[in-house]
């Protein structure tokens, strides 16, 4: 399990890593350091006890959701993200495979992947911001398989709150990507 | 002289026979900082010289014009101890021993139909001598537009600055029934003391960054009216409007050039967020930025030859410049871990933008000297966003929470005054203060 995780990790550092050289012309010794940040902030969260453990129950009702049926469409819709961060917390992985295996399994089904953020910041960084968290649920959903036909990212930014209020508990649920079938 | 006058009159005349339909929700004005150092002056009441009553308090407007700057402090009606309406009746003495500097009086005069004429004079009174007098045409329906005219010519006699009160605002304000998802957005201009609003744009779905042409006529927006990003430009005096760009993925920040010939704009269209211009006369669209970072937030500098904006390339935003000849990129911000939405002061001298200290804490509007790199915050409130500055550099307009209603606050660009201008229902955002209207 630890092990998959990992190796998880740095597909997906393998993904920032060839999506990065993709869009710059400029800097490599700053993607460099892009990519590291990418892994240790993946690896922080894995080596948190409580965060692994939820990420196992999770993957145990995961599988036996598997073994029903793939072609069920996932009951966990929204991931959360850190502030300013558009890295997928490794405690989703296991939401993220199960829409995988809905979309491979449905390959009719299309899903629009809505971004956004918290209200602290200024609006169109935001805007950016989220359609980043869009943009790696999309290259994740890709990497398992999914045809990028049945993708597609929008970002709302700031401007569709799931929670009134400034609590950094509200903000912790704002800052998400909404799974709309 | 006199026929330069007249045609800005008319001209300023017209604008107003246009924007004749007038919504409710005007903004209100709080004033939250004042200025001990403000210089006294007094206004007294223009006399009428007409049937019935005005409509409008035109001295009223011209005093709280003035007292808004942070510059001026005006004499409380209830002080004044005569009522003077023209050069013979001013006494200095009496206004020496009010200790005011200056002094405004005048009157109002009906002419024929609507028309008025207003005839008004600006005193010094310690040097004893008029610094100006004048007679200005209106009539009855456009007496704050009058007196906002009047403010402005006041203003830049004592300050040598041009004044900002004819100018006009955008902002967005949006209303959501009760806790559901259902939200109203709207976009408005309204005069630049928050009166005299009027709805651009209504829409079920976001609304935001509008960006004024250099001519005042136009406004460049974001809408998510066809369920994603797109700009939109609209003309002001017609209400029509076209979709400027539809590309997938991000169609934001639009951003005039001084020259009104190009529109600064972020697209993801090549993957990820980056600066494009759009050239409008021949729809040629060149790319800007190359990174793989957030660039975003792109705004011109005074001469047209550089943007400045805002990417996440060192790990968090900050603020940069790119010279759009050489395409030579230089970071500019260094303080805090935070800095966001920059946009130069009309002289290139200083660059005011959303800041949050390395410490974390509140994001503040701050100004960064480009002389010295010193970086001063403005304001104090927690989640301070949008700066916009006022085309004579003297104010900044910027959005605020006050606990979750968003609300307009304008700072001096000298920190030494602060006003709100909140709107009677709904949250009031992304504000941009328009260039001068002639």
């Given at each position: 399990m630890e092990l998959m995780k990992h190796s998880k990790v740095f597909a997906l550092a393998a993904v920032l890593a060839l999506v990065a050289g993709c869009g710059s012309t400029g800097n490599t010794e700053e993607v460099a350091d892009e990519v590291t940040e990418e892994v240790v902030a993946e690896e922080v969260l894995s080596s948190d006890g409580a965060v692994a453990e939820a990420a196992d129950s999770a993957a145990a009702a995961e599988a036996e959701a598997n073994a029903a049926s793939d072609a069920i469409l996932p009951a966990i819709n929204t991931i959360y993200f850190d502030f300013d961060k558009s890295n997928i917390r490794s405690e989703f992985y296991d939401v993220l495979n199960g829409h995988a295996a809905y979309l491979m399994a449905n390959p009719s089904a299309k899903v629009k992947l809505e971004g956004h953020t918290d209200e602290r910041g200024t609006p169109e960084y935001n805007l950016a911001l989220g359609e980043r968290r869009g943009n790696s649920v999309q290259r994740y959903l890709s990497l398992q398989g999914?045809?990028?036909?049945q993708l597609e990212v929008v970002s709302y930014g700031e401007e569709r709150p799931a929670v009134r209020g400034q609590s950094s508990q509200a903000y912790s649920k704002n800052r998400r990507v909404e799974f709309n079938y | 002289m006199i026929n330069a006058r007249h045609l800005i009159t008319t001209s300023l005349l017209a604008l107003v026979l246009l924007l004749s339909s007038l919504a409710q929700a005007d903004l209100i004005i709080r004033i939250t900082k004042g200025n001990d150092q403000a210089i006294p002056v007094a206004l007294v009441p223009f006399m009428w010289k007409g049937k019935g009553s005005l409509n409008e308090d035109v001295a009223g407007v011209i005093s709280a014009n003035l007292a808004r700057t942070g510059l001026f402090r005006a004499l409380p009606r209830?002080?004044?101890?005569s009522l003077p309406t023209k050069a013979e009746e001013v006494v200095y003495r009496d206004w020496r021993l009010l200790k005011v500097n200056y002094l405004v009086v005048g009157s109002i005069e009906a002419l024929e139909g609507k028309n008025i004429r207003i005839r008004y004079e600006l005193f010094d009174i310690n040097r004893q001598e008029s610094l100006l007098s004048e007679s200005v045409a209106g009539n009855l329906d456009n007496l704050r537009n009058r007196a906002h005219f009047i403010s402005d010519r006041i203003y830049e006699r004592l300050t040598g600055q041009k004044g900002i009160f004819s100018t006009r605002i955008a902002y967005i304000t949006s209303v959501q029934?009760?806790?559901?998802?259902?939200y109203t957005y709207r976009l408005h201009v309204a005069d630049?003391?928050?009166?005299?609003s009027r709805t651009i744009l209504t829409s079920k779905q976001p609304l935001l960054s509008p960006s004024w042409s250099p001519d005042a006529k136009k406004l460049a927006y974001v809408s998510f009216e066809t369920g994603r990003q797109a700009i939109f430009v609209q003309e002001l005096a017609t209400g029509k409007r076209y979709q400027l760009t539809n590309f997938k993925g991000l169609n934001g920040s639009p951003a005039w050039s001084p020259d009104g010939k190009k529109i600064a704009m972020t697209l993801s269209r090549d993957g990820n967020a980056e600066i494009y211009i759009y050239?409008?006369?021949?729809r040629r669209l060149t790319r800007v930025t190359h990174h793989y970072a957030i660039d975003t937030e792109p705004s011109w500098s005074p001469d047209g030859k550089s943007l400045i904006f805002t990417s996440g390339r060192s790990g968090g935003p900050q603020v940069y410049r790119i010279?759009?000849?050489?395409g030579e990129e230089s970071r500019l911000s260094f303080e805090g871990n935070y800095n966001a939405r920059p946009r130069y002061s009309p002289d290139g001298r200083e660059i005011f933008m959303v800041h949050r200290g390395s410490g974390g804490g509140l994001f503040s509007i701050a100004a960064l000297n480009m002389d010295t790199g010193r970086m001063r915050i403005l304001s104090t409130s927690p989640l301070d966003e949008s700066p916009s500055v006022a085309p004579n550099g003297a104010m900044v307009i910027y959005a605020l929470m006050i606990g979750e209603k968003g609300v307009l606050g304008v700072v001096s660009t000298d920190g030494r005054i602060q006003y709100e201008l909140p709107a009677a229902n709904g949250n009031v955002r992304e504000p941009a203060w328009s260039p001068y209207l002639n």
């Open positions: 999914v045809d990028a036909s | 209830e002080d004044l101890i029934k009760g806790n559901t998802m259902d630049a003391d928050g009166q005299k050239h409008l006369d021949d010279n759009l000849l050489s």
